[in-house]
């Protein structure tokens, strides 16, 4: 029978687990601060000044519709921006991250594809993509 004494132990094995789970949610807060932010910006463009978003993004024949999706877009937004700034990343705010990001890659590449939307969207979709790869960069979408 061997003894705590007996058996070699790494050095200081709860400094190097708890620089990793910081360097993990440093990584998480970062992604979602950046995704949250994007949000808002992206979100608020077409509410607060369409004539330039319809400049970059081609013109529209709904804006009602293009301000709206924009304000859910900033809900959404805000959302990712508050639990990153009360560094409670839970499964939801994972699911919510992924999921937006996720719905938009699908709906900017079908509607690029039919020849709907301009072909601009798809540097959103990569911008989608990147964010999607960072939740999962950290070894797991949520704390």
């Known amino acids: 029978m061997t003894t705590e004494t007996d058996t070699p132990r790494a050095a200081h094995p709860n400094i190097f687990v708890g ?9 998480a807060r ?15 463009w077409p509410v607060l000044n369409i004539g330039s978003f319809e400049e970059v ?16 877009i900033v809900v959404c937004g805000f959302v ?23 719905a938009l890659i699908i709906i900017e590449l079908v509607y690029v594809t039919i020849g709907t939307i301009s072909p ?3 540097l959103d979709a990569v911008v989608q993509a990147l964010l999607i790869v960072g939740w999962f960069r950290r070894g797991g979408p949520y704390e």
């Open 80 to 102: 990712l921006v508050l639990s990153a700034y009360r560094r409670r990343i839970r499964l939801e705010v994972a699911f919510l991250g992924i999921g937006i990001a996720l």
């Open 19 to 27: 620089a990793v789970q910081f360097a993990l949610n440093y990584w």
């Open 57 to 72: 993004t081609g013109p529209k024949t709904d804006l009602w519709l293009v301000k709206t999706v924009g304000i859910l």
């Open 120 to 122: 601009i969207y798809l």
């Open 30 to 44: 970062f992604v979602v601060w950046i995704q949250g932010l994007y949000y808002l910006v992206m979100g608020l």
